[in-house]
């Protein structure tokens, strides 16, 4: 997929320091000397082109919230109808296959535990799989910036 030099600088020049101000977007804008309807024009058309597919704080885990890796063991003739199911879950950003028994992986997050126990009925009651919390016991730090 062919990025433009503009969608390249707005994808790479803040997926850190996202400026935390009133107007985060026109600052953004006067950066990159465009307009702030520019940019959210071109963010917009980067959503629905699937280069973007989220924005937003990251934060360490539980510390606003409730979230967790979650494993499930779907049958592979129904791999994608099961992850397109999860995917409609406003929790749960991704999902990925895995070469394991445990084949469909994805973190779900909610406001609190009570929350995320529901959201995890509610995918088994959709799908018959049954998911499995896979709660953090250490925390690691991944860079999560990735250059275009």
Known sequence: MQ?????KKLVNQWQKGFPLARR???QIAESLQISEDEVFTTIKDLTDRGVLSRIGAVVRPNTAGASSLVAMQVP?????????IISEEPGVNH???????????????????RQLDQTLARIKDNTGCTPIKLPLKKAFHIDLGFSI
């Open 3 to 7: 990025l433009t030099a503009l969608e």
């Open 24 to 26: 985060p977007y026109a």
């Open 76 to 84: 592979d003739k129904r791999l994608d109808e099961v992850a397109q």
């Open 95 to 113: 999902n990925y296959q895995r070469e394991n028994k445990l084949n469909l992986w994805f973190v779900v997050t909610a406001s609190d535990t």
